[in-house]
């Protein structure tokens, strides 16, 4: 069955990095399209980023260009969102997802920043 797995969350000081991985099994990861949410308590799920299949990126959310960068090993059934100049509103719990028929998330990963 299809399963994504985050992983790479964690507490990181403003203007600090962190890279999340989405490890995905159970599907052919090299046809599908993938993207990356954030969702932060009492709100709805937000876009972040989107990455084709073949690699191109798709878009940003304006809150995050020029700061992350999304990218993915088809080699590897993994997607990336490099996270730099990390601010305290970035905080939140970060879920990659794939639309294979339906759409698929994963478990989330937590996202804080805070010094």
């Known amino acids: 069955q299809v399963q994504l797995v985050e992983s790479g969350g964690g507490l990181v000081q403003p203007g600090g990095s962190l890279r999340l991985s989405c490890a995905a099994s159970?599907?052919?990861?090299?046809?599908?399209?993938m993207n990356w949410y954030r969702q932060v308590p009492g709100k709805g799920r937000e876009f972040i980023a989107s990455?084709?299949?073949?690699?191109?990126?798709?878009g940003y959310a304006e809150s995050v260009k020029g700061r992350f960068t999304i990218s993915r090993d088809n080699a590897k059934n993994t997607m990336y969102l490099q996270m730099n100049n990390l601010k305290p509103e970035d905080t939140a719990v970060y879920y990659c997802?794939?639309?294979?028929?339906?759409?698929?998330w994963g478990q989330g990963t937590q996202v804080t920043v805070s010094s």
């Open positions: 159970g599907f052919s990861f090299s046809s599908y399209a």
């Open positions: 990455i084709s299949n073949t690699g191109g990126v798709l």
């Open positions: 997802n794939a639309h294979v028929s339906i759409t698929y």
